[in-house]
């Protein structure tokens, strides 16, 4: 019998997006990024983490959105991208 066979639901989703911040963060920590850029994002994965904690759906959701940004799949521009003055 394995581990996994006991879990309802709910807890099987915790444990699929504790897996997915585990791999985010291994991914986060493999960038040949300046330190500034690697604290900047490990802080927004610990946010992620913190949101984790009420809200299970919306730190997916959330997680979602930073691996899109990790790939370059993301649609929305961020700040760095935006003109001065905007």
């Given at each position: 019998?394995?581990a996994?066979?006991c879990?309802?639901?709910?807890q099987?989703?915790?444990?699929?997006l504790?897996?997915?911040l585990?791999?985010a963060?291994?991914?986060v920590?493999?960038?040949?990024?300046p330190?500034?850029?690697?604290?900047?994002?490990?802080?927004?994965l610990?946010?992620?983490?913190?949101?984790?904690?009420?809200?299970?759906?919306?730190?997916?959701?959330?997680?979602?959105?930073?691996?899109?940004?990790?790939?370059?799949?993301?649609?929305?521009?961020?700040?760095?991208?935006?003109?001065?003055?905007?």
């Amino acid at each position: 019998m394995a581990a996994d066979d006991c879990l309802n639901e709910d807890q099987i989703l915790d444990v699929l997006l504790a897996r997915r911040l585990r791999d985010a963060h291994r991914r986060v920590r493999a960038l040949a990024l300046p330190q500034e850029e690697r604290v900047r994002l490990t802080r927004r994965l610990l946010a992620i983490s913190d949101v984790a904690k009420r809200d299970i759906a919306h730190a997916a959701a959330r997680l979602d959105t930073f691996i899109a940004c990790l790939d370059g799949t993301s649609d929305t521009p961020s700040r760095r991208n935006m003109p001065p003055g905007d």
